[in-house]
């Protein structure tokens, strides 16, 4: 409920259905499998694990950050997901972000499977490693504090039709 907080701290908890509400999920130094759709106001894991690894395709919501953001599953973004530390994208895997939605990378970013952006918005502080990205009228924001690597991506096709080869 809104105004409600449920913390995690060291420890592994896996959550095998939904999890929504207008309140806070907080957790530090743990591992969190989450297995159903989350729709929550804040899901704060801060410097947690979190694998999104449902046997269906799962659907994100809400505030959603944590220190290292794995999927292991189709899934679909659609507000605002963060990961401080690593987003990995695993093998035969796709992370969409829909409309409006905001992806943020501050650490590494690593796409074995798919990343679709649909009219959202990506945001990369470390390297980007991988080369499946479908991006439409997505705007990508490289603002690492160090220099940047990026392995995999060919061509980047500016809003004005032109490329850039590297």
Same mark, same amino acid.
């Given at each position: 409920?809104?105004? @409600?907080?449920?913390? $995690?701290?060291?420890?592994?908890?896996?959550?095998?259905?939904?999890?929504?509400?207008?309140?806070? *999920?907080?957790?530090? !130094?743990?591992?969190?499998?989450?297995?159903?759709? @989350?729709?929550? /106001?804040? *899901?704060?894991?801060?410097? /947690?694990?979190?694998?999104?690894?449902?046997? +269906?395709?799962?659907? #994100?919501?809400?505030?959603? =950050?944590? &220190?290292? %953001?794995?999927? %292991?599953?189709?899934?679909?973004?659609?507000?605002? %997901?963060? @990961?401080?530390?690593?987003?990995?994208?695993?093998?035969? !895997?796709? %992370?969409?972000?829909?409309?409006? /939605?905001?992806?943020?990378?501050?650490?590494?970013? =690593?796409? &074995?499977?798919?990343?679709?952006?649909?009219?959202?918005? *990506?945001? *990369?502080?470390?390297?980007?490693?991988?080369?499946?990205?479908?991006? =439409?009228?997505?705007?990508?924001? $490289? !603002?690492?504090?160090?220099?940047?690597? #990026?392995?995999?991506?060919?061509?980047?096709? +500016?809003?004005?039709? +032109? +490329?850039?080869?590297?």
């Amino acid at each position: 409920e809104s105004g @409600a907080t449920a913390t $995690l701290s060291g420890r592994e908890l896996t959550i095998n259905k939904e999890i929504t509400g207008g309140g806070s *999920f907080s957790g530090n !130094n743990g591992i969190i499998n989450v297995k159903g759709d @989350a729709d929550i /106001s804040n *899901f704060i894991s801060g410097s /947690s694990i979190v694998n999104l690894n449902g046997t +269906s395709p799962q659907t #994100i919501g809400g505030d959603f =950050t944590a &220190d290292t %953001l794995n999927i %292991l599953n189709d899934v679909t973004g659609t507000d605002y %997901l963060e @990961a401080f530390n690593l987003i990995y994208i695993g093998a035969g !895997n796709t %992370l969409t972000m829909n409309d409006g /939605s905001q992806l943020v990378a501050l650490g590494d970013f =690593t796409v &074995d499977g798919n990343i679709i952006g649909n009219n959202s918005t *990506f945001n *990369f502080g470390g390297d980007i490693n991988g080369s499946n990205f479908t991006l =439409t009228n997505t705007s990508v924001i $490289l !603002n690492g504090d160090t220099q940047q690597t #990026i392995n995999g991506i060919e061509e980047i096709k +500016s809003h004005n039709n +032109s +490329s850039a080869k590297r």
